[in-house]
């Protein structure tokens, strides 16, 4: 790794505060690999063996049942996914799949859950990061159940465009396809939100 990949990871919230040393001996046991899109990263019902985090590329949270599947999230550089699994020594609740290149340090949960025990400062970013992660799904919780298709759809909009540009045009990072699935929509009704929001200056070009 690195001494610019060390330090992008080092200024992660999750790992600015622990103690020097542990963070080296556990970078010490990380890989950082890169992938080409569509690669599956990890399957729903696994066991944990890994806490991800993305410093390139981006990569797509899903679920499935019954035949169906649907997007439960995005993960853009640089963050990590899967923390809750990786602490609790549990099974995945999501598969994971890259959209782009990307590429993606992992660390073993093992080594994780030993410095959770023995540096308090990274426990404390732990709990921060968990409390985080709910707050967030708390709010797309709330955003699926108050909120009608092209509210979502605008909201999505208002938040990439806030985090991509600020002159009015940003080029969406997945397919329209997964975006309907990430917002709880049919292909069919993106399109109609779509249509909604263009008297509110809202245009797409191609696909």
Do not use: W
Not at 115 to 143: G, H, Q
């Amino acid at each position: 790794m690195r001494s610019d990949e060390l330090d992008l990871i080092r200024e992660l919230a999750l790992f600015a505060d622990m103690d020097a040393d542990n963070f080296f001996e556990m970078m010490q046991l990380a890989y950082f690999q890169r992938f080409p899109p569509q690669v599956q990263l990890i399957t729903e019902g696994d066991p944990a063996d890994f806490l991800y985090v993305v410093t390139e590329g981006c990569v797509e949270l899903y679920a499935g049942a019954n035949e169906r599947e649907t997007a439960m999230g995005l993960v853009r550089p640089v963050s990590t996914f899967i923390l809750a699994a990786v602490l609790k020594d549990a099974q995945y609740l999501m598969s994971a799949r890259t959209t782009h290149k990307s590429r993606v340090l992992m660390i073993p949960a093992e080594t994780i859950r030993l410095m959770f025990t023995t540096d308090p400062a990274f426990a404390r970013s732990m709990v921060i990061e968990l409390a985080t992660c709910y707050r967030s799904v708390v709010k797309a919780l709330k955003n699926h159940k108050l909120r009608n298709g092209a509210e979502r759809l605008a909201n999505y909009v208002i938040r990439r465009h806030e985090e991509t540009s600020q002159n009015g045009a940003f080029q969406l990072d997945v397919s329209k396809r997964t975006l309907a699935s990430l917002l709880g929509m049919t292909p069919e009704n993106l399109s109609r939100a779509f249509a909604t929001l263009k008297p509110y200056g809202v245009h797409v070009e191609g696909r």
